[in-house]
Nanobody, 124 residues
Framework: QVQLVESGGGLVQAGGSLRLSCAASGRTFSSYAMGWFRQAPGKERGFVAAISRNGGVTNYANSVKGRFTISRDNAKDTVYLQMNSLKPEDTAVYYC?????????????????WGQGTQVTVSS
């Protein structure tokens, strides 16, 4: 398994931006597809974005398309989530995920590794 540590969460006003980072260790980072999920209070954890092992393929939830961008730097063993035009409904704990298979990330089931989460709060 790969170990994942998220950072970059915080409080931001609606319309603002944040960039989340997820640093990986323990296994070859480039062997893993990566993704971001989020869980709002009282809701189930849901898919946000995913990126293939070489960064060539990305996938987004409809609710964040055009506002969020996932990227990765395999030299730094890090995946990022750039979040622009944030809305109060984006408030959630954001989790990083890793799995060798991109479709597993997108499906959100049986993902091999999860981070501990970072809180994002968007005020209106």
């Amino acid at each position: 398994q790969v170990q994942l540590v998220e950072s970059g969460g915080g409080l931001v006003q609606a319309g603002g931006s944040l960039r989340l980072s997820c640093a990986a260790s323990g296994r070859t980072f480039s062997s893993y597809a990566m993704g971001w999920f989020r869980q709002a209070p009282g809701k189930e954890r849901g898919f946000v974005a995913a990126i293939s092992r070489n960064g060539g393929v990305t996938n987004y939830a409809n609710s964040v398309k055009g506002r969020f961008t996932i990227s990765r730097d395999n030299a730094k063993d890090t995946v990022y989530l750039q979040m622009n035009s944030l809305k109060p409904e984006d408030t959630a704990v954001y989790y990083c995920a890793a799995d060798p298979i991109l479709l597993t990330i997108v499906a959100g089931t049986s993902v091999s590794s999860w981070g501990q989460g970072t809180q994002v709060t968007v005020s209106s």
